[in-house]
Structure formats: structure tokens, C-alpha cells
């Protein structure tokens, strides 16, 4: 079975339609909704967007039995006002339980919370309590930096400012995802953010007590995370100055999607951080959802290099594909029925 | 000959007393200078300040030849007053003018430019000039982010704004060493914003213009570049989607040096960039002086890791280790007589 | 005839989506393009989008012959980064031209300009010229705070400030139409927000020497002129303390429509202003498309209210109905014929 | 008889010598106070400062018997050190109290607050309850703007925020006086922000639950209502969209003055609101005290139009005249006498 | 003969009623202007409103011969907006003028400038020109802090940036008198706010080109200096380690007033500075006019105490009383018959 | 015996050198510690870095017997991170602290804390509790402006915010000792900002109920008191004109040291504020540390000058130089034998 543990949802068109009106008018026509049916949600997915393919026909031909879906997060606009946060983070969410629910054997809910800059996590815990326990979402994303480069910052994820949102992360039982969204400065993309962003965050997390005081919280960080594997010597040899645990060992105190593209990069991944510290995943049909001249293939299909690497054992490789995200989002069975 | 192309200074106390000083009278006492003798100087050479180990044995016992050694960039304080900046950076850089003078066989000098935040770089030409002209410098550092986190943005390395300098180093036929500085963030330390600022680097000058229109221009990333080797494949997906050169071929117009201290991270430059692109680098004695107690090594000694790799050629690694170096620098016989 | 002035497009979902893209993106995706087919544009068209009737049913339902479509005010965006801006106006300004097109005999447009906060007008000329000259729009918005209520300041329209922008007017001969856009306060909703900067403009323009220097300058105010048709008496105070014509004449100097909805208000800026300097408009369909259920009728029907008042003689009625749009926005046949 | 329910005083010099001095040190020479003897009070009222007529001539001309006296507003500096306004707003206030007591048939006080930007009203509470149980203020002013445009903003009236104040004016049975103060912008003047500022209240407070939650306040709107009763089908379409009462319904919790200053709009005001909601009001002398050159007549010389209109029944002339200004401000003899 | 060269205005109420009217309709009511007749101005020099004392009956018990008048520097609110700034100034100067021409024998004028903080002073010479050519004012009033402690700094009185003032003073041969105005912080009054500045003002000149680029500059400095006489040694110090003239003889370019009410504060400016650079002067009615309850005297009454020190010679009483005035500001016969 | 109350400590360059690191890396190495031994404690003391004589040897050139010595202010840089202050602060007390230590009979120590601009000094009390009960400090500096001009401002020492500091002060019955630190504008030194500071704080002081409310505060002021003995006739004049006591005896709730360099100016300090209230100081080595070439003598050489004065009697003499510094700091026999 493969599992690829992290995607993003596609929405119907109205979502969208209705984020750029709530921009607009800010509220000025209450909070409204997505007027999508069944229909439309199921259209989306079957819609050749994606580099002449839809959704359902990538996963397909990818082979993958069942996807994660969270938000689009370059969508999620965490540096606007909190009202319009919150209303375009439940409309999205509901889209993608709507999804879950219409395709159970395919996908399952990661959801977003409306986080707001700088202000403490504890005002989103009640939505995803619900989200949780009421909507079957297996997951949440956890954006390390709601205020998306515009100069508002949020202390980084060692602080304990976000200790209630890890209290109630081990209560759930649930994995945050770390992701962080747009990006406001004219010096980067957004896309590169995620990837210094998650850099900050390996960094951030690992200096400081947070897995000593949650020793069972289960963090995945997106895209192999960040450049931490590539440059861990570096903070090997501050972590070796300071003494404690070696920082290459506090590195597998976290989950790493495989979110990487090249060959060599995922090889890097398993060596550095081990199989058991890794879950298959692709944002598929996202970002590397475009055919390679040279090979013929989608840069995104990347499957096929995990499986060819020799080195890494057949238990390995379904720790990478299967058993891990079962083990992290609790995907059994009965978890499957609930939902 | 083993060339080590990215070092930096160890300077006598004097110079961050000087330091201390005028960020605390802020040009109240006058400019001042630096008074260490030629006899401080060599003292600081011999000190064993980094883990019981000077930095001249430092180098013996690594078998280094010759070091290009630029100012310690988390000192270099660019969003500071630009005063101040330019006392600073002209004291700093003489230390190094007379170290290399004191030693002429052992360093090169790298000088810094007395940056401002969103400041054109042309005020700072003349004074490269005179640097490279009259004092010696085989090349410059280059920050990419003068503001250091603290509000004030600056163009990135892909905008116009840097053309000057860009035209300028062509010119004098130097390289431009990208290294950024401090970071007033509280989100992360100035070592991980290295690494950040060079993935914004390597990022936005290859989806510009300017190696185009700079062909000859050589810069070189510090710290193997960054993030940007690991995570090559999801910037070659964008490239492929808009169209023109691959990424990964793009990434042939830069050099990275091999300040990565970890044996997969080495392989994966080398593989990733070619070893034509690539220069012997340890920032020695620096951040990665500090004994594996596994191994009982320096972390930072990494040249038998790059000699043990049997897939790279003997003029692959005379590449690594001194060709790469003397043909960016101009390292020649009458080079280091003018010197 | 009848000729509704003021009117917005229903466009695809397609343009919002891309709206909302951009604004998640700021470019990192490039600019991209409005995915739209003419059937798209045509089916957005026939949509019972409003209160169960589409666009095109309300206009045969109102008797409306012509209508003068411009871009949705309220998601211009005007206040966000100046190339998104340029993008979205372009967009959206194209799928007016196409309505035209498509359907000659019943749409003109009226474009939007990609206005900057503070910034001269002078940036945005060549695309005015371009829109009027190259695709037949036969007038254009403009937003007398682009700003859009979040800190930056732009010059009241009775400012030098606005000079380059009524020279061009004057140059191509068509008519600017004063509507603000969006508003970033919570005080209060973007279409109060119009009315608020509808009474400031009135205000500066007949304050400023603005028609003296452009005696030919053709400036309709959108819904009735705000709050300055019933709040007059003030003006005239002042003006009557300063000296100089009277402000209840100096107010026949802009053209106003008949935005209102409501049979008394109408009445009082025909009154007003006079006949000769209203033209017929309802946004429809807009805000007014909802049924009273005391009448059962659309609130924004109010062609019946104008042709009941027995004190407007048939020629005043022919005025406001066709006569004036006709002379100002210059739709006569040969017009037409081009656009 | 002849109530005037809105004006304002007209002081003795010294109180805004007064003012222009505690502005300049700011606190420095203490608090002070204004030097005028009850001779100088009377002198600035039998002074012929407003069009070559005096206060009390004009009231004697316009056949006004009780005229309603509050601070200028324009005067009130809201947004200036709280210190300075607290005792600046005390000041006026006593004048006043004074001139109410010097000429008791004649004069009613109406108070203003010292309101700070975004500072909760219960701060001057104490000071309302003073001025009303001791010093004999039948009403008091409420600006709804106290940022006076200059940055900070404060909460619109139909907020929580203001819920205080208005348990207070419940609780001492008075009617608050809606009325801005000045306008630190440079697009507009403090004339016109007062209507822009009435039209975000009057929105504001009917789209609230203000009036479920306090059934018996008495708000009276200035200057006919800013641009609401022209406006009002706007509104009304909103109002019918959303459901719950109409607007044209929700207008009727509001009390609205006179000051308008022509014939149209007194009509409109009349028709939209009832003449059980209007008061009648002059400003005088104030912004229309100027004689308009075609009639002879002062431009505030608007009683005679409302007592030609003959569709207003006397019943409906003497509530606009007498009875509504009476039963909101409790004009009884008995309140007389104790004030 | 007695001249005070530091006294400030005493002008009709009608100034400041002015001010406050101004600063509340910023512009709205125009310019308009003071009115005041030449009895209002006498009346106002005639009223005993300090300490039961009229200003003119101060300067006959002082045995005051002449007195040089400005305005109250506290008023002169630099820091608000420049419109308003440049409209009160002008109002001020001219009643100033015109007390000159009523009184000739008695009053000269020192006229103040409309500075705006961190602008060029090139803007005011146009207006100070026509203050001395037309209007007959001797000196000008120069104020270092146009921002008033608000935020806006502008450059101290040594740099380049006041040259275009220097050149305009020299050219007319007049001094300038340092006084800065109101202080905005709440940390100190204006009153030591001047006295702070003045040091300033002192030690930034006398560090400068300033007397070297222009030997012929006449400046005199408010209350004896600030702190600088008392502080001296600490400054000659600084000069001593830098070289160049002694602090101590640099300090007799500039001129003094006496403004001290000390008699030991008295002796340690003359000691300090000398006779020759000291003017009489009391500032008189002032912050010092308030009676001793030990002597029974006034204490700005302090010309006794300079003609009570038998150290200093009668020429050089004559020089603090009468001639380095009439030197510094031309106070000739013929001067006075032209003014 | 002579006390020197008022004098900085001569650090070894390592303290210097480990502020610019913690400047520099902003945490990112840790804490740290300053690397300096007792040899290198004293070696700093008896090197001739000042005027070619070493701190130790100025001492004994001018017959001082004890010194109480505190950081040199400029170098506290109050308005950085707090993080860093605090480290800084600790340090730089560490060395004063081994100083006191290895040479009891020359040194006490009077620490520094680590202020934190508009923050309650409550914050720092612990760690002033501990440098007197734990370390042997005698008393302690006291900023005034925490934010160092740099646009946080702090309430002046009269406001209550400083009520904690002062109950602790009495609590434990040490001085506090008033000086600023440094300045980032650019309009004055941090040399002239100490002396404006002093000014500020005296007159804030006085005018407050600090003394009412604290009577045995003992609290000193440095250089003299800034400007205020030579322009306390200014506050004299405004206190009588409030009433309560005069200025000049409310004067002698404070002590002053004699840090002032000139004989008039010393003159005029004992004539002013009494004998019993002044305290020898040099702040030798330091800004006085140069040899006038007119006498061959240093500057800050005072004490023959005090001792010159024949007006003062002996028993005064012996205050200033030994019995108020005795009483002040409590430096009685078994004081230092505990320290």
C-alpha cells in the first residue's frame, strides 16, 4: 500500500471565488459560503489542471492507494485579518472533509488552523478539537510563521509560546504538519520560504526542551525537511560544543515527508535521518507535477527511486510508504471507518 | 597544494575592543584606529584560542597551504550606522592587508565592503577598488542581506540594484564571495540565516538576467549553497514549467565552496554542482573547530573525506583542492609576488 | 433608448480565481492568464447569479438597451502590491473588452487603471491610451483613494496632483468615472466607504480651480454624488463667505448618476444638479438587486420612478435616459461601429 | 415656541487663549484656568462677530426661544494628550454652565466628554455624571472619531465598545448628540468629516444590536443625518438581503436635527425619518451664518421653510419645533427651574 | 542706556484666539488673519496680567530703555503642519512689527522664521529677508528643534545643513538668536527643554567649521548658555585630546544673553565668556517675573545685580548694557529712524 | 582621606572583546563568559593607556586614596536586547566586583543593572539585592533614559514608575547614583546627553513628591548636576510662582559630585547646593585625563583647586573629600572588611 502523506487539496473553483470576495468587500456581505455541491467538489478532482492530468488520475498513475490533504498552503493568507482567516480556513477545511468523505478509500483530512501572527495558539485549539473529533480530520498543519514575512513575527516552535498547541497535539493523538504558507518580502518566493522556514523550525526545535517535555509528540516536517539534512554538520558541531545529545540524533526526534524530487536528495534523507523517520509524499499534483524532457517522466513521481534504492531494505521501504503514516495519522482500519 | 578558499581572520582582542568602543560612543571620541602591533597580530595567529589549538597549527595540522581569509562576517554589523560601518570594515580589513603581508605564503585577503540596507552598492566601488588595487584583496565578500533581518530590505542578488557591483568585479576580474552577516531576528541564529540568505541567493540570481548578462562574473556561495543542492529538484520543476535553461544546468554558473562537514553533504555538492564548480572551503579554525568524540576529529576536517571519494578523479579533486581556487583568484606566481 | 451608465461585469470565476492566486503567490507563478473561453464569458452572462436572474435577463427585464460595464470596484485591490494590481486590472479590463466584443449592440466598457497610492497618474497613462485607442473602451474609472482606507494618502481630487490624469482625459475626450474601491478600516463597509469619497471629491474638485483649468473635462460622480446633492446648503455657506460662484452652481459642473434606489432622493438630485447633468445608472445587476416585498419589484428598477416624475419634461428624460451618456461617452454609431 | 436643539457657544476669548496656551507648554505652567467674568461672558454674546450680528440678535431675529449651546466641536482637539483635553473639555464646559445660568430662559447646556482614541468611554463616565446631576447638561456631545483621522481608530458606535456610555445615557435618562470633531487629513475638512462621520454612525448603530439591547436610548444625529436619508436605498437593499427589519424601519431609532440649510433636503429628511424623529436645529450662528445674496436672507434662517411646508401638519410643526427637543431633553418647567 | 536684547512679545489675546482657531479648522476657514487695532495692541502692552504688573510698567521699573522683541517662543509650535506653521508666524511678526512702529523709542522687532523640522532652512530665507528689508526686524530668532522633541530630528547647528541660514544672516548683517519652542516629550518641559537645546546648539557650533566658513556670523544664545558655561571644563578636555583651539576661546564666537536671575550664575558667565560677549537681557515679563517673598524684588529684576559686581569695569557694564546690543543688532540712529 | 565617589573602571580588553562578540551573534554562542584572569585584572589597571599613565598611578599621583569605581556608562548600551544587557551588565559588575576584591583598600564597587527602556525597574531589584548582599557593591548607577534617544522613552525619575527602585534603595540604605548611558542621535555626544540627563532628572526630581515620599533616598547626581546649579534662578522663579518650598532648598534633598574640571564652576556648585551635599569625584582615568598645556596639569587634577578655596572651612573640605562619600556609601571600618 502507499500512502503519500502529503497533498494538497483540489478545490472547486468557488473556493477561490469566494477568497477573492471575502478580500474584497472584508466582510462588508457577511460571511457567506462556498456554494459548491457534491458535483463541483468531485469535478475538481477529475479536471485535467495539473499539466493535462486531474487529480485522480495523477494518483492513479502514480499507484498511490491514498493521499493526505490539507489546504494549498501559499493559500492560507495567515497575515490578514483574523475574521477572513477563519472563515476561508473553515471553507477550505470543509471542502476537503467534503472530499473525505465522498472518496473514504482515497483521501483523509489534514486540516488548517486560522493562526494569527504572533498571537498565542491557544485561541485555535477549540476548532481543532472539533475539527478532530467531529470533522475526522487525521492531522493539522502547523505554520510556524503566521505573519508570512510582513513584520509581524511569531516566536520560533522551541519557544514555549507554543506549548498548547503541543499539549493538545499529544492529547489528540494527532501529528502536526509543519508548513508554513505565503510570503510577503520581494526577496523570496513563498516556495523557498517553506523550505528556510523549515529550517528554522528543525533548528528551533531541536535546541530547545520541547521533546524532553513531549517526548510522545509527533511532528512531520514538509519537503525532507528543509536544508537541515544537506547542512546538519553545521549544527553537529554547535550541538557537540555545547554539549547534550548530539544534533544528529536529536534530528530523529522528528518525522520528514519526502517531498524532494532528485534522487540524490532523498538518498541523503534516509541516510541522514533513518527509514523509520521518513513518510512517502509528493504534493501531487502540485509544484513538481511537470514532465521531465530528459526522462519523459513527472518530476513528482518518485516512487519508483525510493524503490530502487538497493541499499534500503523491503521493511524500510514500506516503513516509507505505508507503515509510518499509518503509525503517525493512526490510519487503521477502525480510524477509517470513523471517519 | 591545498587552498582553502573560505576562512576568516583571527584578529588581535584590540579590533573588537575598537568594536566595542565606537558602537558605544558612536563617533563621540573621534575615528580612532586600531593599535595592535605586527607582534599582536602574529600573537593571535598563535593563541590557542579554538579548542586548544592556534589558528596557524590549525592549519599545519590540516596540511592547508594557503587560506583566503575575509573578516569574521557575524561582526561585520551592516545595519549598523554606516559610519560606523566603514571605521569597522577598514580597520578589519587592514588586519588582514597586514596578516597577509606578515605571511605571505600562508593568506590571501578577502575583503569586506562597508554595505548599507537598500543603499545602492555603488558607494561602496571606490573603496573595492582601492582594496584590490593598492592593498592586495584576491576578492570580496558580498552580503546579500546588509539589513540583517532588522526591517530594511535589500533588493535581491537577481535585481539591478547589484549590477554595479557586478560590473565592477568584472572589471577587476575578481569573485564576489556571497556571505551574509548577523541576524536581529530572535527566530533564528546568524548561522542559520547564512544558509538562508545563500538559498535567496542562488535562487534569485538564476532565474534572472545576470549571467546573461555578466558571463564572466564569478561569484561563489559559501556553505556548499546553501539549501539549494538538496533541494535542486523543486526549483528544476519551476524551471521546466517556465521554460529555458534547466535549473540544474543553471546551477553550473556559480561556485560553492565545501564548508559542509558532513561526508553525504560533500557528495551530494559534488554530484549536484560538478567538481569544476566546487573549492576546498573549511572556514578553519570557525564554527566546525570542535572534536567528534566518535571519531576524535575536527568536525571541519573534511579534506580525507573528499580525498576518500574513489568516484572523483585525481583532476577533479587538484580542482577541489587548488585549481578551482587559483583560477577564481588568480592565485599565480606574480599574483602572490604583487601581494 | 435606454443607456445604463454605471454597471459592473459578471465575469467567469475564472478571474477570481486568478485574483485569488496571485494575491497567495505575489508572482512567484508568474503572471499567467485568465483562463476564459467566450462561452465562459457568455455563460457568466446567462447565470442566475442574482437573486435567481442573470445578468443579461435583467437588463431585457429593466428595458436597459446599452449598459457601460467596468470592472467590479470593491475587488480592484488598488492598496496591494502595484504589479499584482497591474495584473488583475489587465485581466479583468480584458474580459470587459471581450463582453463588448461578444455582444456589441449591449455592453461598452469602461476600464479600470492600475492606480498606486500616492503614486502620480502619470504611470498609468500609456495604458489608458492603449485601452481607449487599441480596445475600445469609451471611458475609465478613477479611484480617489488608492489607498483604500489603510494609511497612505493620496492627494484630494482638486490637488495638481490629479493634472496629468485630466489633461489625458481631455486629450482622448472621454469621461473619468469617479468610484473608490475597497476599504481597510472596520469602521465601516466599502460601499459606504463610496459614498464617504464621492462627497470628499465633489468637495476638492469644486473647491480647486480644476475646471477652470479644464473647462472640457467630463468627471461623473458615481451614486448621486454621495452626501452632496442633500448636504448642499453647507457648501453654499461656505462658498458664499469665500466668495466666488456659488457652490449649487459650481456643482453643474460634474456629471452625476442615478445610483439611488429610492423615488425622493431621486427627486432631489434632479433638483439639484439638473437634468442635463444626470445620466441614468443602476449597477445592475448589484447592492439594489434584491426584491422589495412590499412591491415586490427589484429595489435597482428605477427607470419607472424617473419616467412618473410629471415635473421632468420629455426631453429632460431623454437626457438622463440616453441623451447625456451618449454626448459624454460619445456612443454614437460610428462609435459604436469602431469599438 | 422655538426650540433650537443644536449650537454651539459662543465664549469669551480667553477660553481659547486658554487653549492655544495649554497646547504650547503642554502642561508646564499647570492647569490653570480661563479668567472670564461673568461681564466677559455676556460681552462675547452681545458681540457682532458673525456677520456684523451678535449670538443673542440672531436668536432674537430667528424668533428662537431656547437655544441648546454645546462646545464647538471643531475646537475639541479629541485626539491631542489626554491631559490637555480633559482640561480644555472642562473649561468649555463651564462656560457653558455659566452662560446656562446667566440667562436660564435661554440656554441649555449640552456637554462634551474627553474622549481619547480607542480608550474605553467608561473613563469618562464619572465626569458625564458630574455634569449632569450637578452642573445642569441636559444632553452631551459623542464623538464617534475621537483619532480625529489622524491614525488611531476607534471602534464604530454600534460596537460593544460603546456599550458603557450608552448604559449610562440610559441610565440618566439624556440624549447623546452625535458629533465629530476635526480632521487631521488633508483630503477633507472637519465640515465634511462631520457628515462622512454621521453616515459610518448612523450604518453602524442600525446594523448593530444597539437598539435591541437598549431600547430607550436617545441618539440625535446632526446635520439631517450626513448622507443616510439621500442614501437610504442603499441601505435598504443591504438591509433586505440580510433579513431582519428594514432599514428605512431601523432609521426610526434615531433622532436627527435640522441643519441642513435648504428647502430639498429639509423635505427629504422630513419624508424619510417622520417628523417625530427631527429636531430642529441652526448651528447658529455658525457655518450658515451668511446672508445669501439672492434672498437677503442668512442661509440658518430656516425655520420659515418648515413652516411652509404644507403637508406637515401643525401637530407635526410643533413636534419638530418644541415637543421632540422637550421629551428627549426633558425641557420640562420643573427641569428648568432646577437647572 | 539700558537695552534688553531677549524679551518677548506681549500681544492681544486676539493672537492667540487666532492660534487655537487655526489649529482646529487646519485650513478649512482659510487664512484669514488676526484682528486687532493699534488699541488692542497697546491695550494688550497695558494690562497688568503679570503678577498685577503691565508689561510696559516692568519696563519702567526696571529702568528699561529699549527692549528687542520676538515671540513667545513656547507658541511657535514648529512641528505642526507647515500651512498652519507659516500662517501664525506671520501673524505674529506682524503684530510685533507694528508694537515696533507704535513704539518706536521703546521696541525693536526680532522676528521668528516658519522652520519645519528636517527641512532645509533654504525655504525660510525668501520670508526673513523681507522681514528685515520691509518690515524692519534687527535679529531673527533661529530654532535648532523645528521638530520639538516629536521624533523628526533635524541636523545640530554645526552642520552643512544650516549654511544656506549663515549665508542669509551674514548677507544681511543680522544676528540670530537661538531659542528653540515647545517640547513634545513628556520627560521635560519646554522651559528646560530650551536650555538643553542650547547646550546643544553650543557644542555642536563650537566642534564645527562653522566660524572658520563664516568669521563675520553673529549668534547669540538664550539663558547664558544652557549649560556650557558650568560645564566648560569637560568640553575643553574633549578639546585638549583633539587638538585645535582651546573649547574655552572657541566660545567666545558666539554671544550670551544674561538670562540667568542668579548672581553667582551671572559672575560665572561673565568669568567664562567675557563682558564683550555678553547681552543684557530678561526676558522680561516673563518665566522671571515673580517677587521674591526674601527680597521683595522681582526676580527677573537683575540689572542691580550686574551693576553691584565691582570687578567688572563701567566700560564693561556699558558693553552688557548697551553696546555690544547696538553693535550686534545695529540699534544706531539711523537704524532706529529707518525701523 | 580622599574619596573618589565618581570613577569607571579599567577593564581588561577581554570584557570589550566579549561585548562585541554578544553584539555580534545576538546569543547564537551562548552566554559565554569574559576569559580574563586576576593578572589580566590588574594588568589592565597598570597599563598607561590613559595620557601614558595607568589608572593605578593616576591614583597616586593625585593623593586618592579610595575610589568607588562603576562600568564606564557609555559602554552599557541599555537600549539593546535585554538578554544582552543582562549579560553585558553581569560581567562587566563580575570584573568591578574581583576588583574591589584584589584591592580592597583602593576600590569599592557601585554596579550597574541591566535597565530595560519603559520597562518597571521592579525587574532588576533581585539583582541589585544580590550585587549589594552577595557581591559587596556599595551602591548603584541609576539611567535615567534606558532608551538612549533611541525613540523609547521612559518616565523621568519624579514618576512613580521609579517608586520600586526607590523602596529598595532605602530598603537597603545605598545611593543611587544618576547617569545616562549612551546616545544614538546624532544631534549630541553621549557626553552632552549625560549632562542634558542630569538636568532632566534634578528638575523632574524636585517638582515631584519623591522626597515627600522617600525622605532618607540618598541619591546623586553626577557632573555637578548637570546645568542646573548655574540656571536654578529658572526653577527658582516657577517654584515660587506654584508655591511649597523654593528650588534652591529643595536642592538639598540631592548630592552632587564635583565632576566638573573648572574652579568657577566648582565655586558656584559649593556656593549653591552646600558643602554637606557634595561628593569628590574625578572620574579619573576618563574624559579629564589630559594635560592642559597652559598649566602642565590634567584636567580632572581638582582637587588642589577645593583645596585652594579659602571660603570653605576645613570641617567642609573634609565632607567633600571624605565624610559625605563615608556617610553616603557607608564605607565605615567593618564595611570593608566585609566587602
Request: proline letters at 6%.
Amino acid at each position: 500500500m502507499v500512502i503519500d502523506s502529503h497533498a494538497h487539496v483540489t478545490a472547486p473553483e468557488a473556493l477561490y471565488v469566494y477568497k477573492a470576495n471575502i478580500l474584497s468587500h472584508r466582510g462588508g456581505h457577511g460571511r457567506g459560503k462556498v456554494e459548491a455541491t457534491d458535483e463541483d467538489i468531485l469535478k475538481a478532482l477529475n479536471s485535467p489542471v495539473f499539466g493535462g492530468s486531474s487529480h485522480l488520475q495523477q494518483l492513479k498513475e502514480a499507484g498511490t492507494d491514498m493521499q493526505l490533504i490539507s489546504p494549498r498552503p501559499y493559500q492560507l493568507m495567515h497575515s490578514e485579518s483574523p475574521k477572513l482567516v477563519a472563515w476561508f480556513t473553515e471553507e477550505c477545511n470543509n471542502i476537503i472533509a467534503r472530499q473525505a468523505k465522498l472518496l473514504p478509500g482515497t483521501f483523509r483530512g489534514v486540516c488548517s488552523l486560522p493562526q494569527t501572527p504572533g498571537v498565542s495558539p491557544k485561541a485555535v485549539l477549540p476548532y481543532l478539537e472539533k475539527c478532530v473529533k467531529e470533522d475526522g480530520f487525521v492531522g493539522c498543519l502547523v505554520n510556524p510563521d503566521p505573519g508570512e514575512c510582513g513584520g509581524i513575527e511569531t516566536p520560533p516552535l522551541g519557544d514555549r509560546f507554543w506549548y498548547p498547541l503541543y499539549e493538545k497535539l499529544v492529547e489528540l493523538d494527532i501529528p502536526g504538519h509543519i508548513h508554513s504558507t505565503a510570503c510577503k518580502s520581494d526577496r523570496l518566493s513563498y516556495s523557498l520560504h517553506f523550505i528556510n522556514e523549515e529550517s528554522i523550525a528543525i533548528v528551533s526545535l531541536l535546541n530547545s526542551n520541547v521533546f524532553t517535555d513531549f517526548p510522545t509528540l509527533k511532528l512531520m516536517l514538509s519537503h525532507g525537511g528543509g536544508a537541515i539534512p544537506y547542512q546538519c554538520g553545521r549544527f553537529e558541531a554547535s550541538a557537540l560544543r555545547r554539549g547534550g545529545p548530539r544534533f544528529s540524533d536529536r534530528m530523529r526526534n522528528l518525522y520528514y515527508d519526502t517531498v524532494l524530487y532528485s534522487k540524490d536528495a532523498l538518498e541523503l534523507l534516509f541516510k541522514t535521518v533513518g527509514a523509520d523517520r521518513c513518510l512517502f509524499g509528493t504534493e501531487r499534483p502540485g509544484v513538481g507535477t511537470v514532465k521531465d524532457p530528459k526522462t519523459g517522466r513527472w518530476l513528482d513521481e518518485t516512487r519508483h527511486l525510493i524503490e530502487e534504492f538497493h541499499w534500503l531494505s523491503p521493511a524500510e521501504k514500506k516503513m516509507i510508504f505505508e507503515d509510518n503514516a499509518k503509525k503517525l495519522f493512526k490510519l487503521g482500519t477502525s480510524e477509517g471507518a470513523k471517519a
